[in-house]
């Protein structure tokens, strides 16, 4: 075995590429969407390196064209849950005892599998799978799945060179362990590469896992394991199975090694899992780790200076891109009435230049949203907003499920700051926004931060240096990731760290050192060189 102490290569941002016509790289994902469509795809679980099918299976379908089938998944039930935790227990001890330097290569071998052979089928998945335009898909399913990745073994590297100091005659010593039992990934459709970091963050400390990813976003998924196997995941480190998320938390909370759940979703999930966990604490071996990242309010607050354009653009990217499906878009905002008539004639321009459809065709910037159960509860809002004396839909507001499940661009102007879209999370493609006085700027903050539970992401648009320092100042508890003249999505792993706080979850900040120290379980060792011969301090001797 070496004894020599190993640095990891520099993490750089991987970059984005164009998709330009007739780049090289558009020509091959083109090729490999047309490739995936034309199969249908049989997806087994995987659970301790073995490929498991069950009798049931369900059908799998772009959500921008539901009448095509992509595949079928095979559902498991709880005997598929214990074998799986099983399978990872199995595995703890010889993954455990791994060098962490055998550790970091296979994941940074799946982050090059990712950056060359397999970014055209992992992206071409994404879009298909959870249809999203070919940018959006790179820059979740190719550049942060593998900025994840390879930041995470510099953090993992960082983490176990810190040492405590040593007196004389003594030498301490830390060690990171991985924690006693196996980790529950439970991870969301709207990014591959969160899909993918929930399961490798933990066990790239060497822990085990039993990864079960959202129904929506199983096609990528079986791209993703595909990846792991390839790089060197060994049998059972990783186990992914699809099963109800009833019956798995029904097996997996139960079980008495537990270790920790990692976890992106619903605050409402996330607030049950809480409460089981604690009510079955008795019986778990240790505390379990709980780190989640849940729902979003996110605003954009504008001051009276606000540079219009820059604004409008922030708006209908931040709000519109991947159809508003993202954990961090915005779904509210605030803008003084001296620049409204000016962003909201900008805002139709932008939208109505938006073309909606399928992913496969490269010219649409808007395509579906993720299924039917979504579709109907955005319709049923934007329905309302229709109805009613408090609001108005003024952009947009169409819905059509007849081939996809498409939404347009919708914004939805409220006469008063509690009018429900104002407070509710949505998730699809709808901004809401509340037009208040100048004069009421300090006040609007402060509706901005009582308005919402949530605490994720949020923005402030100003040209005012005093203004903005009292927005950062009022808004101070109001984002995890707080941007200033920009829109409050895109936060790049390595930059500008994830994760917010209040009901938005445990704000573990994914992409960051802070995330992997969650999965480690300190050690420390004092060595005494020259142990005392005798009990007596000098303190007892007499006068």
């Not at 490929?51 to 539901?66: A, G, I, K, N, W």
């Amino acid at each position: 075995m070496s004894n020599a102490i190993f640095r990891t290569p520099l993490p750089q941002n991987e970059p984005i590429k164009s998709y330009a016509p007739n780049s090289p790289e558009r020509k091959e994902l083109q090729q490999k969407l047309r490739e995936l469509r034309a199969q249908v795809a049989d997806i087994p679980m995987y659970i301790g390196g073995q490929e498991v099918r069950s009798e049931q299976t369900r059908r799998l379908s772009p959500p921008h064209d539901h009448k095509h089938t992509l595949g079928h998944y095979h559902e498991g039930d709880a005997s598929h849950v214990e074998q799986a935790i099983q399978a990872a227990l199995n595995a703890q001890k010889a993954w455990a005892n791994m060098p962490w330097e055998e550790r970091a290569a296979i994941f940074l071998k799946a982050a090059e599998l990712i950056a060359g052979p397999y970014r055209a089928k992992l992206n071409a998945a994404t879009m298909l799978g959870q249809s999203k335009n070919a940018f959006q898909a790179e820059i979740d399913s190719a550049c942060e799945i593998i900025d994840f990745l390879r930041y995470n073994v510099a953090f993992m590297r960082e983490i176990y060179t810190w040492q405590p100091e040593s007196s004389a005659g003594i030498w301490n010593r830390s060690e990171y362990r991985p924690l006693e039992g196996f980790v529950f990934a439970l991870t969301p459709f709207n990014f591959t590469a969160i899909a993918g970091n929930l399961p490798t963050a933990p066990a790239m400390l060497g822990n085990v896992v039993v990864w079960k990813p959202s129904t929506t976003q199983i096609y990528s998924a079986n791209v993703l394991m595909e990846i792991f196997r390839e790089a060197g995941v060994p049998d059972g480190v990783i186990n992914l199975i699809y099963v109800k998320g009833s019956i798995a938390g029904d097996v997996v909370f139960k079980n008495p090694h537990f270790a920790g759940i990692h976890f992106t979703g619903g605050t409402s999930t996330f607030n049950h899992i809480w409460k089981t966990i604690g009510q079955n604490i008795d019986i778990y071996k240790s505390y379990p780790r709980i780190v989640g990242e849940t729902g979003g309010k996110d605003f954009v607050m504008a001051h009276a200076s606000a540079d219009p354009k820059a604004l409008a653009v922030a708006l209908v990217r931040g709000a519109f891109e991947y159809q508003g499906q993202k954990c961090s878009a915005a779904s509210r905002a605030y803008i003084p009435a001296n620049i409204w008539p000016e962003v909201l004639e900008l805002m139709r321009e932008h939208i109505k230049s938006m073309k909606m459809g399928g992913t496969e065709d490269f010219t649409n910037f808007i395509n579906a949203v993720i299924d039917e159960v979504s579709f109907d509860k955005l319709e049923s809002y934007i329905k309302g907003a229709q109805n009613s004396n408090e609001a108005e839909v003024i952009i947009g507001g169409k819905c059509d499920k007849s081939v996809g499940y498409f939404i347009e661009p919708t914004v939805i102007l409220a006469k008063s700051p509690q009018y429900v879209t104002l407070c509710e999370e949505l998730f699809g493609p709808v901004l809401t926004v509340y037009v208040y006085q100048p004069e009421n700027y300090e006040r609007t903050l402060e509706l901005v931060d009582g308005t919402s539970p949530y605490a994720l992401t949020g923005s402030i648009f100003s040209q005012d240096r005093y203004a903005l320092g009292v927005a950062v100042k009022a808004l101070t508890n109001s984002a995890g990731n707080f941007y200033i003249n920009d829109k409050p999505t895109g936060a790049v792993v390595g930059q500008q760290p994830f994760g917010g706080g209040r009901a938005s979850g445990t704000n573990d900040k994914a992409g960051s050192i802070l995330n992997l120290l969650r999965w480690v379980n300190a050690r420390t060792l004092k060595e005494t060189f020259v142990p005392p011969q005798d009990y007596r301090y000098p303190f007892l001797q007499a006068d």
